[in-house]
């Protein structure tokens, strides 16, 4: 019996097609005015907690421009009104929300005075809000996270050809706040800082050019952000970095972000399985040969989704069901004929929540747009392949007992081939060094004894994945 089930889903992984449609809704406006904005994608704009689900943005054409909010409690299907945060005092603009239970975190930056960043809070579920509150004078908008009763906030000074990141936490949900703590530590601009937060570590990630290339820089605490670790240079572009996202659930911290050494951006993965402390290969998602940029991300459970738009066409979204070791097709969010900009993503049990600024009443307004089910595609997810020229590769047998055989037919020659092996919850259990292949067919016997169940491949050359494949073990 015990055969029989595992040569079953083997099957299954080959046999079921990719682009299956999916469960999604029809999109719904919520904004009343005529000029909306959300954040670059280092901020979020849209959080839940349940079926509570909360978004914010700016609007440019109201007074010098203010924040506006709006609440559903039933998953999405209906909204409650329009809430305007901030008085026609302050220029507000570029907003970020966190939430933990009932209570609603927004950071904010206001550019009159020299540019200050706030904070205000709801603490009944965004009902009623408590006054503004200044963070400092930040001028750079500011990005903000929680976990339980702790609130994160990532700020960003403008010091002229030397701007720097810091933080700032309240252990107390945001009633008082500790003093600022400098990130960043670097000549030249350090800037947009993305935080995010989950058992008891703190990270941040940021674009800095310290290398004379812009580059996404890190760091984590360890205490909830009581101090920090050393700051880490976490990618290595020939060209340019730029508009990185984080987020953290449990030990995984992920990380996606623009590359633009391919002439235009695309967008990369990168992954920390053990809460920073040592990460992955970058994957490259995108190649579309034009500028896809502002990339968010969600990981809920085992199902990561990616969402980022290509300018002047599409904004898509794609899946992982496997903690981010292989990747579903992407699929379109929302059309070019629309003119979408600024995707972001939230997910709460099966519920996937997306919101993006469209152009489609010919202004820019916010929609949103659910999935109930979760279900984006199903498809073969047994081999993800990223590079422009992949080799052919297949494990025997599948499956196996304790030793197996990986049979890779590449075009080119690799250097540096290295290949990695997860558990079924995407654990790096084995690391196989191979080093140089010639092109053509190449035969590489494995051990299996450390893994137990399904196990995942991802094969890499110089950094690069060129290759993914589930393999069933049987004991």
Request: glycine residues 8%; negative net charge.
């Amino acid at each position: 019996m015990k055969l029989r089930a595992s040569f079953v889903f083997m099957s299954l992984l080959i046999a079921i097609p990719y682009g299956v449609s999916a469960q999604w809704e029809s999109p719904q406006k919520l904004s009343t005015d005529t000029s909306a904005n959300l954040n670059e994608n280092m901020g979020q704009c849209i959080a839940v907690s349940g079926d509570n689900v909360h978004v914010i943005w700016e609007d440019n054409n109201v007074d010098r421009g203010a924040i506006f909010y709006r609440h559903s409690v039933n998953a999405g299907a209906t909204w409650g009104p329009v809430v305007r945060l901030t008085p026609a005092s302050r220029a507000a603009e570029f907003p970020s929300i966190a939430v933990s239970g009932s209570t609603v975190h927004v950071a904010f930056r206001d550019t009159m005075g020299g540019g200050t960043s706030y904070y205000m809070r709801s603490l009944d579920g965004g009902t009623t809000w408590d006054p503004v509150l200044s963070l400092g004078n930040y001028y750079w908008w500011p990005s903000i996270t929680c976990s339980g009763e702790k609130v994160f906030v990532a700020l960003n000074s403008n010091e002229p050809g030397n701007s720097e990141v810091w933080f700032r936490r309240s252990m107390d949900n945001g009633t008082t706040w500790d003093s600022v703590i400098r990130i960043s530590n670097a000549s030249g601009r350090s800037e947009d800082p993305t935080i995010a937060a989950a058992g008891g570590c703190v990270h941040m990630a940021w674009n800095d050019n310290r290398t004379g290339i812009m580059q996404t820089w890190y760091r984590r605490s360890s205490d909830n952000g009581a101090t920090w670790g050393p700051e880490t240079q976490l990618t290595n572009s020939t060209v340019f970095c730029y508009f990185p996202i984080l987020h953290a659930m449990d030990s995984f911290v992920d990380l996606a972000y623009g590359d633009r050494q391919s002439g235009f951006f695309e967008i990369y993965f990168k992954q920390s399985m053990n809460f920073g402390a040592s990460w992955q290969p970058s994957l490259q998602m995108t190649h579309a040969g034009g500028t896809e940029a502002y990339p968010n991300i969600a990981h809920n459970g085992k199902n990561i989704y990616l969402v980022w738009w290509l300018f002047n066409e599409d904004a898509y979204i794609q899946h992982s069901g496997d903690n981010g070791v292989t990747w579903d097709s992407a699929i379109t969010l929302v059309s070019a004929d629309n003119k979408p900009s600024e995707p972001f993503i939230a997910v709460s049990g099966a519920t996937i929540h997306t919101i993006w600024i469209d152009q489609r009443d010919g202004y820019h307004a916010l929609y949103y747009m659910r999935n109930p089910t979760g279900n984006l595609s199903i498809g073969n997810a047994g081999v993800s392949q990223s590079n422009s020229n992949p080799a052919s590769i297949e494990i025997a047998p599948n499956p196996a007992s304790s030793n197996a055989i990986v049979r890779m037919d590449s075009p080119t020659p690799l250097e540096d081939v290295t290949l990695n092996f997860y558990d079924g919850a995407a654990r790096l259990v084995a690391t196989k060094n191979v080093g140089h292949l010639d092109r053509g067919v190449a035969t590489m016997p494995i051990s299996l004894e450390h893994i137990q169940g399904t196990a995942f491949v991802r094969i890499f050359s110089g950094g690069e994945l060129i290759g993914t494949a589930h393999l069933a073990i049987l004991r």
